[in-house]
């Protein structure tokens, strides 16, 4: 770490640069080798990273002052990754990778049913996490107001009406039947491919392709994984919602009728 690393109940957050502003990176893990290895990565990467080593300290800090992305640890004590994602997620659509054990689908899932909107398993490399942050932030660029990680600011997008479903690219929001659905950027840019075209059902890799980009690997599992939550969300304001099909063994497509 620098010398001008400042550490505060459990948070080391280097400073932003001089001209413009970095991209924050919040990191959470009760393991302080990861958490040192992994910010000086980031931070020869360009990204100024907060470091936090307990849930309870990193849940006020995202809610008080969000940074662009967060990696969350799964197996920390008190309150671990799990339970601190369903919470932020209670009250934020932050991008979220989380850290799970290699052997432990089931941690996998778990996730991606809470929120998250990647995750790796340990051991992991650097090159492939950076990889996955430099994606969702690619992702979720355009839903942030001002310039993104380039410095570039990206012109707004068309609404989308389909039906009872609303969708505004630029304010990432989603409503049906007017009443608002929170969807993760993963999840947003899922449903948007699905929408653009309604009855044209989308492969599982066209829908990653949507998602993520070429040099970021998912499987067919997180993809049904995310379609299977957006549809338990939109089943809250309403318990008859129908509009995602599934043609088993082809992919999904959206039913605006």
Do not use: C
């Amino acid at each position: 770490m620098s010398d001008s690393t400042r550490e505060e109940s459990g948070l080391a957050q280097d400073p932003a640069p001089e001209t413009g502003r970095a991209v924050q990176i919040a990191l959470v893990d009760d393991d302080r080798n990861i958490l040192t290895t992994v910010s000086i990565a980031l931070q020869a990467e360009g990204f100024a990273t907060r470091l936090y080593s307990d849930g309870e300290t990193a849940l006020k800090a995202l809610l008080d002052n969000p940074p662009d992305l967060a990696v969350f640890d799964i197996k920390m004590p008190n309150m671990d990754g799990m339970e601190l994602l369903r919470r932020l997620r209670a009250q934020s659509a932050l991008p979220v990778i989380f850290l799970t054990s290699k052997d432990d689908e089931r941690d996998e899932e778990a996730g991606l049913e809470l929120g998250a909107d990647d995750y790796i398993a340990k051991p992991f490399s650097l090159r492939l996490l950076i990889a996955r942050i430099r994606a969702i932030l690619r992702r979720a660029e355009p839903l942030r107001d001002g310039a993104g990680p380039s410095g570039s600011t990206e012109p707004a997008q068309a609404s989308i009406t389909r039906g009872r479903l609303f969708m505004d690219p630029a304010r990432h929001q989603v409503t049906w039947d007017g009443l608002p659905v929170s969807l993760t950027v993963t999840e947003f840019l899922i449903l948007e491919a699905l929408a653009v075209r309604p009855g044209v059902i989308k492969s599982r890799n066209q829908l990653m392709d949507a998602a993520y980009p070429d040099d970021v690997f998912v499987d067919d599992r997180t993809v049904d994984s995310h379609i299977k939550r957006m549809r338990r969300k939109f089943r809250m304001v309403d318990p008859q919602f129908a509009a995602i099909d599934t043609l088993y063994g082809a992919g999904y497509s959206f039913n605006d009728g």
